[in-house]
């Protein structure tokens, strides 16, 4: 794998209201904090979004201060080249070594790399598998 890394993903839940999205991202802008992944839903007249940030810590309690409900997880996060087949031959691999995935997203910003994360039943190990 090109990068692995172990990370904390942030679960905020808000209200599905318009102008939400940028409220919560211009609060982490505002914090100096960056976000390198996000999945954001609305359901439920709720907003949940999955942020993976450059600074976990700082990010929840600049939401906190918003009133949200903000939870912490960890996940993995794997930096691949960009090309046919890297999401199935992650998946075969941790799939061999019975992990499961519980959800993973991720894009390609079109220059090479893809970013994807993945919430799996034992990180830990998925990580040792993916080196």
């Known amino acids: 794998m090109t990068h692995l890394s172990e990370e904390t993903e942030l679960t905020v839940t808000t209200p599905d209201e318009p102008g939400i999205f940028g409220r919560v991202l211009g ?27 450059s600074d976990a810590k700082k990010a929840e309690t600049a939401l906190r201060t918003l009133g949200y409900k903000v939870k912490a997880k960890k996940i993995i996060t794997v930096l691949v080249t960009d090309r046919i087949g890297a999401g199935a031959e992650i998946g ?16 390609s910003a079109g220059e090479g ?19």
């Open 27 to 53: 609060t982490l802008a505002n914090a100096g904090v960056n976000v390198k992944a996000l999945y954001v839903y609305s359901e439920a007249d709720q907003g949940h979004f999955h942020l993976v940030t």
């Open 113 to 131: 790399k893809t970013l994807l994360v993945f919430h799996t039943s034992n990180n830990r190990k998925a990580v040792d598998t993916l080196k």
């Open 92 to 107: 075969a691999l941790l799939g061999n070594a019975v992990i499961d995935i519980r959800y993973s997203y991720g894009s």
